[in-house]
């Protein structure tokens, strides 16, 4: 309200569409870098306040001077700070313009009906490549005959796009198609037309590395769901990372800011202070980049991951480099995590790195590491540590509960450091050391 009455006092114009998006996906992007950096370090400062105040009221006095629950230090600044995403996610939606086949990022919410479709072309935090390859989907939906689906319900079927890329310069698109009624004859029609657009055509220019295609009556597919099915080039990028060579398949997960995850991995290094008979847990290691980046100095490295892709990738990556001393499994953290820390009687120091999605850790995996006494030390990296972290933090640092099984030696956060992997937004990764 007040913005509003500003405006109407000083006669200020309503943001354009492209400020509105950028306001959305980058509010940050007007600050001075350095003004950006230090937006985040007071965030992060309120968040291990919280986290301290939390653990009070658990009976745990965790504060330090500053009213925080351990050290924080400075914001890690990004090595590259414009265009710096590797992975970006594009929807189509009816545009300003009123254009149904809009390929853009949205403002607005479904629940507020006031969803518009938004092109990208401007944002400071994606590179020009991803940009390219948005445009030119969207001219080959705008040719297509078929709808786009703005609603499952409502028919259509041109859906999101996906653009990754690597510093070797690697594309991969992976385009989402609701299938809705059409036969397997129609759908060969449609691949063909896309695939030909994108070697042949005005999509040429883009220079497809991979091209992929998936048929999905959902919101979010798995690959297990509904495979991708590669239409053009190679089934896999390559990325290069502190000397070593990732495969990275369409649904693994990587860290979207390359050049920032190098440096949060050699600080991770750095603060396991493992020894070369340390063991090493990787959970949720994605395609392996953290375990095998450490792996030259530790003994062995475990790295467990939900999605199959992404192991096969981190077993891939560690023949490919050479690294022997690396075993991965595929499922469940909850499932596979307690099972392995149950008969563990490795005598060898262990070292935990947690690298969960923005849901967290599950219960069942923060009781298997607080009720695992070979574990003393613990990373716990998150983008969100607001969310859904927090209650993983007050599970790891409260004292034994034999009711809900957590009968292991409570952590303790001794140290947090946030790295700024993604430059214009508020997020930033924040790295957790716990001891005990």
Not at 240 to 246: A, D, H, V, Y
Not at 415 to 434: G, Q
Request: glycine fraction near 6%; proline fraction near 7%.
């Amino acid at each position: 309200k007040g913005k509003k009455k500003a405006r109407e006092g000083c006669s200020l114009p309503d943001p354009s569409w492209e400020e509105r998006i950028a306001n959305s996906v980058t509010p940050l992007w007007r600050l001075p870098y350095q003004e950006q950096l230090q937006v985040k370090y007071e965030s992060q400062r309120k968040i291990l306040q919280t986290v301290a105040s939390r653990l009070e009221d658990l009976g745990i006095d965790a504060q330090n001077p500053d009213g925080l629950c351990c050290p924080l230090q400075p914001v890690v600044p990004s090595p590259v700070i414009n265009g710096y995403r590797n992975k970006s996610t594009f929807s189509v939606n009816r545009g300003p313009d009123g254009n149904p086949k809009t390929v853009g990022l949205y403002v607005g919410t479904g629940k507020a009906k006031n969803i518009v479709c938004v092109k990208a072309n401007h944002l400071e935090n994606m590179p020009p490549k991803h940009k390219q390859v948005a445009q030119c989907y969207e001219e080959f939906i705008c040719r297509s005959p078929l709808d786009s689906c703005l609603l499952f319900h409502e028919g259509g079927h041109w859906r999101e796009l996906v653009v990754r890329t690597t510093s070797r310069g690697h594309t991969m698109a992976i385009i989402t198609f609701h299938p809705q009624q059409l036969g397997q004859e129609a759908l060969a029609t449609q691949k063909a037309l896309l695939k030909e657009f994108f070697t042949c055509g005005p999509g040429a220019v883009c220079a497809l590395t991979s091209l992929y295609f998936q048929e999905s009556t959902m919101t979010r597919c798995s690959h297990e769901q509904s495979p991708y099915q590669l239409l053009h080039g190679e089934p896999h990028i390559f990325e290069e990372l502190l000397g070593l060579k990732f495969r990275i398949s369409p649904d693994a997960f990587f860290q979207v800011n390359t050049a920032g995850a190098e440096v949060l991995y050699q600080a991770v290094g750095e603060l396991c202070q493992t020894t070369g008979d340390t063991v090493l847990l990787d959970i949720c290691c994605g395609t392996g980049t953290i375990g095998l980046s450490l792996a030259h100095q530790v003994s062995k490295v475990i790295g467990i991951e939900v999605v199959e892709k992404a192991i096969e990738d981190a077993k891939w990556n560690a023949a490919f480099n050479g690294i022997s001393n690396c075993e991965f499994h595929s499922g469940k953290a909850e499932a596979v995590l307690p099972q392995l820390l149950a008969s563990w009687e490795d005598a060898r120091p262990l070292v935990a790195v947690v690298n969960p999605s923005r849901a967290g850790l599950h219960y069942r995996v923060v009781r298997a590491i607080r009720n695992c006494r070979s574990i003393r030390r613990l990373l716990y990296i998150s983008c969100k540590p607001e969310g859904e972290a927090m209650r993983n933090f007050l599970e790891l640092c409260c004292p034994p509960d034999p009711r809900k099984k957590l009968t292991g030696e409570p952590f303790a956060p001794v140290l947090a450091i946030p790295f700024d992997l993604f430059p214009h937004t508020v997020h930033c990764e924040l790295v957790l050391l716990f001891t005990r």
